[in-house]
């Protein structure tokens, strides 16, 4: 007598099978309900998001036509998953896109890699003699205290390039788009994906980075159907996979109608935009808005988070802000700041106090309840 097997129940909230091993691959880190989470090599950014990207998730940023902020996420982005000896895919619209591997960041040594309350000079010298040997070894070069255990998400050194041992032996492949057909770069996305499938008992990372899709000097620059039948398709392949692809677009060059398309298939929708008077020098000219915000010296521009990847939830993820400041920490490490705005001078104009009535009334004197 035959007998009916129960069929395995297959729904969009099933559990996420490679949230157990996650916790032991250096860039991965589980999530809330089975949520696997990808390291975008900005700390701040993993925590506004909740963790990261979202493991299988397709992260589209909007760039800045005049200026190339975009390129801090991806250098970043990057830069972390080579740490973590990561498989990467690196699409370019320059000639030479492997030039473009020798300007992601280094790591930031144990030295500099400190929170911003800096420890005073008091404290130093309360090191107690037993622990000497160690403080003598993380001055030794070479020495490095994530050895030991790596670490989830670093923090970069934008002044010094990511260092050569940390380029050999990985799997890391980087295309130009000059001249090339949306054809062929599916075909070598769908060829990296495959290699880190979810059939793999150990989940790996992989990640995509494609650098200004629809850029001009890119040769499908006029085909805007097949852009976003890539997109469609990449979408797919990376959601059955165990990577993350961000790309990055100028908005500006697309339609209105084909622009909204493109953010509506984005899992994480980021957008960039540079400080008005921002010079090379990073000078400012707008003394406006230097007054209004708070660090204005640091800024050099803004990121906002207009819809993050909800995976097995309906639950929306509230941030605690939509758009944050991005700076440059003594001009070299990268970081993410709500906007504080600073105190209005009565003086200089009006006030928060100007409209101290309660009621719709105009008359002066006491508060009107």
Known sequence: MATNTPKARTSSFSRNLLAGPASQVPGLKPGPNGVVFLSSGIPDLDRILGGGFSLGSLVMVMEDPEAPHHMLLLRNFMAQGLIHNQPLLYASPAKDPKGFLGTLPNPMSPKDDKPRDHSTEQDKDLRIAWQYKKYARENQPGHDIRDSKIEYCNNFDLRKPLGREHFGGKHIDCVSTQDL?????????????????????????????????????????????????????????????????????????????????????????????????????????????????????????????????????????????????????????????????????????????????????????????
């Open 181 to 369: 057909t949306l054809d062929t770069l599916h075909q070598r996305c769908s060829t990296f994906l495959s290699q880190n499938s979810s059939g793999n008992t150990v989940p790996c990372g992989g990640r995509i980075a494609i650098q200004s899709l629809c850029a001009p000097q890119c040769g499908y620059f006029d085909k805007d159907w097949d852009m976003l039948a890539f997109i469609k398709s990449l979408k797919v392949m990376v959601k059955a996979s165990n990577s993350v692809a961000i790309i990055t677009f100028p908005h500006s060059l697309l339609s209105s109608s084909f622009s909204k398309r493109w953010q509506h298939l984005a899992d994480t929708l980021l957008s960039v935009k540079a400080i008005p008077g921002m010079s090379i020098d990073y000078s400012y000219e707008d003394k406006e808005l230097a007054q209004l915000l708070t660090g204005y010296q640091e800024m050099v521009g803004f990121l906002s988070i207009h819809k993050v990847a909800r995976f097995n939830t309906q639950v929306p993820l509230v941030l605690e802000a939509s758009t944050f400041s991005i700076k440059l920490h003594k001009r070299r490490s990268l970081i993410l700041e709500c906007l504080n705005q600073a105190p209005i001078d009565g003086s200089s104009g009006a006030s928060y106090g100007t409209s101290s009535s309660c009621s719709s009334s105009t008359k002066q004197g006491s508060l009107d309840f």
